[in-house]
């Protein structure tokens, strides 16, 4: 606490985070998000957090500085936030009194954050990410360095520093960083709520899906093979090796799960993207191999959707599965159950269910004894929906718990 009162002090008196009351506006923060469009995940990371600080800091002027948001993204986010600026213009962006950079797998727009300690002068801090030690081989997917010497020299002087899991907090303060106030931070994507019911709605209707009625799942490879997608994007050879090599290993699973479902309870199916790479790997892995006459009662969405017809539908599910992580958080996020699965090429983030006191709903598909837990649970998921809503919404108020928190400290700072 005296820590924090130092910072809270000595911040005050920065002509950055003074300039706001002094020319009498609000103050200004960019929020530095908004990675990719290709994955509804990366999408709501920017919404998530947006909705955090239209909760806890209305008085404060938010300005998004992304990476993308083509494809639809643009509009979808004016529509839940009409009065939100975005831009890429540093005129503008510099004006800003705190830069606070978004969710993301690790230090994301790392090169954005150097420019603006080191020439913009003015205070930042990093709102729940991923962090692994220089080196780790679980980061070689993103071809990202990790905690090394560049990445530290720029957490040391963060106002704060979030981490979305605990296995990034261990990492980080075992490295001795040095900004006052490390602490876990919910991924930004938990406070998400973005809606296209419309949409929606006429999808359930067209394949038959009842509110409740039905289950989401989602594949996902080792390697997410965007060269099919990205222009530019060479073929990996080694990635797409190890895709084909886990395939059936990391789906066989999933299809028992569904496989019980449809037989033990009236429930249908949904399988869904979560990356716009994952309807080939919904049909060939887990609806082709079904029997047929399961099939019936399985929906396969074969086209890509948004994060708002994503989470209309989510919303509506009796619970989700799979191998992806940002639509169990966004289902959390919003009280649906949610069961994850995990493996290395994910790096650490998948333990965050542990800090959220869902530890019994993360399965790595690597380790032996989870793989033969996780049918029961997803079926036990399926069979008693009051308990599972109850798991799911005792780890939401958790998660809110930590957001105000959160923005308690960004609002001492500003």
């Known amino acids: 606490m005296m820590r924090r009162h130092f910072l809270t002090s000595a911040l005050a008196s920065i002509p950055a985070i003074a300039a706001a009351q002094a020319e009498g506006r609000k103050p200004r923060i960019v929020l530095r998000s908004s990675w990719q469009t290709v994955n509804i995940g990366d999408i709501g990371h920017t919404p998530g957090v947006l909705a955090i600080l239209e909760k806890h800091l209305p008085n404060v002027e938010v300005i998004l500085w992304p990476s993308d948001v083509s494809n639809g993204v643009e509009p979808m986010l004016l529509k839940r936030f009409p009065n939100l600026v975005i831009t890429k213009d540093r005129r503008i962006i510099d004006t800003c009194d705190f830069l606070l950079h978004g969710s993301g797998p690790y230090l994301t727009a790392h090169r954005d954050v150097a420019i603006w300690k080191n020439e913009v002068k003015k205070p930042y801090g990093i709102f729940g990410i991923t962090m692994a030690p220089a080196g780790d081989p679980g980061l070689k997917i993103m071809s990202n360095n990790g905690l090394d010497d560049y990445t530290k020299d720029l957490l040391d002087t963060a106002s704060f520093v979030f981490l979305r899991d605990p296995k990034s907090l261990q990492v980080v303060k075992d490295a001795n960083v040095k900004s006052p106030i490390i602490e876990f931070g919910p991924d930004g994507a938990f406070a998400t709520?973005?809606?296209?019911?419309?949409?929606a709605l006429s999808y359930l209707q067209a394949n038959k899906l009842e509110e409740g009625k039905f289950l989401c799942v989602i594949p996902n490879l080792r390697n997410a093979p965007y060269w099919r997608?990205?222009?530019?994007?060479?073929?990996h050879p080694?990635?797409?090796r190890r895709n084909e090599e886990m395939k059936e290993h990391d789906h066989v699973?999933?299809?028992?799960?569904?496989?019980?479902?449809?037989?033990?309870?009236?429930?249908?199916?949904l399988i869904c993207p979560e990356d716009s790479?994952?309807?080939?790997?919904?049909?060939?892995?887990l609806f082709d191999p079904l029997p047929d006459e399961l099939k019936p009662r399985v929906v396969w969405r074969d086209k890509f959707w948004l994060t708002d017809e994503a989470l209309s539908i989510y919303v509506r599910s009796a619970g989700l599965f799979g191998s992806e992580m940002?639509?169990?958080?966004?289902?959390?996020?919003?009280?649906?159950?949610?069961?994850?699965?995990?493996?290395?090429?994910?790096?650490?983030?998948?333990?965050?269910?542990?800090?959220?006191?869902?530890?019994?709903?993360?399965?790595?598909?690597?380790?032996?004894?989870?793989?033969?837990?996780?049918?029961?649970?997803?079926?036990?998921?399926a069979k008693d929906p009051n308990t599972a809503q109850a798991k799911a919404n005792k780890a939401r108020q958790y998660i809110q718990t930590r957001q105000a928190e959160q923005c308690a400290i960004l609002k001492r700072l500003l």
């Open 326 to 381: 940002h639509s169990p958080i966004m289902c959390i996020g919003n009280g649906i159950p949610a069961i994850v699965c995990r493996f290395v090429e994910q790096t650490t983030k998948g333990f965050m269910w542990e800090q959220i006191g869902l530890g019994d709903w993360l399965f790595d598909l690597d380790n032996q004894e989870n793989r033969t837990r996780l049918v029961p649970t997803i079926l036990a998921m």
């Open 229 to 235: 997608i990205k222009r530019g994007t060479k073929f």
């Open 193 to 199: 709520d973005l809606r296209n019911d419309e949409t």
């Open 253 to 269: 699973l999933l299809r028992e799960a569904i496989i019980a479902i449809l037989r033990e309870t009236d429930h249908k199916i």
């Open 238 to 240: 080694e990635k797409h």
């Open 277 to 285: 790479t994952q309807m080939q790997e919904g049909k060939e892995l």
